[in-house]
């Protein structure tokens, strides 16, 4: 049996190889379907938003005699039995009750009742209201922050790789990972909050890095013109050559993060803590899928039907069948 180090000379080589570019009518058809299942999801399914982008009531009990969240939850089916609730523990010693917008009275019995269901003094219990408002304003400002950056990155990769359809098939990755992100958030229930808005936008980051690296070694790859190869075969073992490092840097940024997903979800029940990285460890796998099976390819398909790439490939393949047929 092999090692990886094994596996990674002869990746590197070419001896082993995946065929992200030779198969990629299989990649782009599982892409659009993924892609399509993704922004049916939340027409199917729905989309859970948090008090934040909805509105609504929040309590907070402090210093209770209990942190068991299920008291809280019986209380508010008890009081306000058609209210959604969110029931989770801030700071490690309060509890914070969040409901669908509750009426003044309805609101001032369920104080009193989490007061006497904790045995804490009723001044020990705050209520506020949320307004839409603020999670309006952040969803506006992360589309407009989401747009400057495509924008932005489009602009600076095209300077950098000397070629504009690399910028095109990067952008169309980093699209990708965030609609299938968002898919798979919506299927599983997983609520959109403001810090999962910004763990989106964080993993948009972590992609373009991925992708940078990979399409870095495909300009390298196909630059060297004495090569013998195929514009597709100098992308596809430029894929392969950083296969390792792409799964080793996406191993690597994912286990701290489902590290603090897991201590945030079944230690401290940081509900701002595990949306970011529940966000971001969802995106990371995203990511390197997209930066593999989804841009590279497709920058491949972008350049091959260049007339002077075409009439390279052309020559090469004549070449290796006029060798073969000599043989």
Same mark, same amino acid.
């Given at each position: ?231 597709? @075969? ?20 994912? !286990? ?14 940081? @509900? ?39 009439? @390279?490939?052309?020559?090469? !393949? ?10």
């Amino acid at each position: 049996m092999r090692t990886m180090n094994q596996v990674g000379n002869d990746l590197y080589t070419g001896k082993t190889s995946v065929p992200f570019v030779a198969k990629r009518k299989l990649w782009f058809l599982i892409a659009i379907v993924l892609v399509v299942f993704s922004a049916l999801a939340p027409f199917l399914r729905g989309v859970q938003f948090s008090i934040e982008f909805t509105g609504g009531s929040q309590i907070t009990v402090s210093q209770p005699a209990s942190l068991d969240q299920s008291i809280a939850t019986d209380t508010v089916r008890q009081i306000a039995p058609q209210a959604e609730s969110a029931v989770t523990v801030v700071g490690g010693s309060d509890i914070r009750v969040q409901t669908s917008q509750l009426t003044p009275e309805l609101t001032r019995q369920l104080s009193a009742g989490l007061a006497d269901a904790y045995q804490v003094p009723i001044d020990e219990v705050t209520d506020s209201f949320i307004g839409p408002s603020w999670g309006k304003d952040v969803t506006n400002q992360s589309l407009w922050g989401l747009l400057i950056f495509l924008g932005l990155t489009f602009l600076i990769l095209a300077i950098y790789f000397r070629t504009w359809k690399m910028s095109l098939a990067a952008i169309i990755g980093l699209v990708d990972v965030l609609i299938i992100t968002l898919g798979i958030y919506s299927l599983a229930g997983f609520q959109i909050s403001p810090s999962a808005v910004i763990g989106f936008l964080t993993i948009l980051a972590y992609s373009l890095y991925d992708t940078t690296v990979v399409f870095d070694k495909i300009r390298e790859n196909t630059t060297d013109e004495r090569s013998g190869r195929t514009f597709g @075969e100098s992308v596809n073992l430029a894929v392969n050559q950083t296969l390792i490092r792409s799964i080793n840097t996406s191993v690597v940024a994912a !286990l701290p993060v489902g590290a603090i997903l897991f201590i945030a979800v079944f230690g401290f029940g940081a @509900e701002t803590l595990s949306d970011i990285s529940l966000s971001i460890f969802v995106g990371i796998l995203v990511a390197t899928y997209s930066t593999l099976f989804v841009a590279a390819p497709l920058y491949s398909f972008l350049r091959e039907r260049e007339p002077q790439i075409a009439q @390279e490939d052309a020559r090469i !393949l004549e070449a290796r069948a006029a060798a073969a047929t000599s043989v």
